[in-house]
C-alpha cells in the first residue's frame, strides 16, 4: 500500500485525536491528584505506594485506567484497518462510536454518574467490536 494512500485514511486521524484523549485522562488525573496531594508530592520524587483517596481524584484515575484497557485494541484494529486500505463503512463507524463513547464516558465518570456510564461504555466496546468485524470478516 501506498504511503500516500495509508496517510489519507480517517483512521490515522481517529488514532491522532485519540492521542489527545490520552493526554486529556493523564492530565486530569495529574491535576486531581496534586489537588489533593499538593504541589510537593508532584513535584518530588513520589516514593511508595500513596494513592488518592479523594473521590474526583480517584475516579480520574479509575477513568484513565479504563480508557487503557482498551486504547491499545483501538490503535491496532484502526492501524489495520488503514493499513487494509478501509476508509468507512462499518469500521470507521465503529471507530468513531469508540471515540465519541470515550470522550462522553469522561465527566460521566468524574461526576459518579451510574447505569449510563456503564451502558457508554458498552457502546464503545460495541465499536471495537464493528472494526473488529470489518477487519476480521
Known sequence: METAVMAGSPFLVLVAWSALL????IGLQGLTVTQE???EWNAGPRDGDKKPTG??????????RNFLETY?????LALGLAIAGSDGGLGLTGAWVWFVC???????????IPYIRSLV?????????MM??????
Open 72 to 76: 491499545a485494541a483501538f490503535v491496532g
Open 121 to 129: 461504555w458498552l457502546g464503545s466496546l460495541a465499536g471495537l467490536a
Open 22 to 25: 490520552l493526554l486529556i485522562h
Open 132 to 137: 473488529f468485524a470489518t477487519l476480521a470478516f
Open 37 to 39: 496531594f499538593g504541589p
Open 102 to 112: 470515550r470522550i462522553v464516558y469522561i465527566p460521566l465518570y468524574l461526576a459518579g
Open 55 to 64: 473521590k474526583l481524584a480517584g475516579r480520574a484515575d479509575r477513568a484513565l
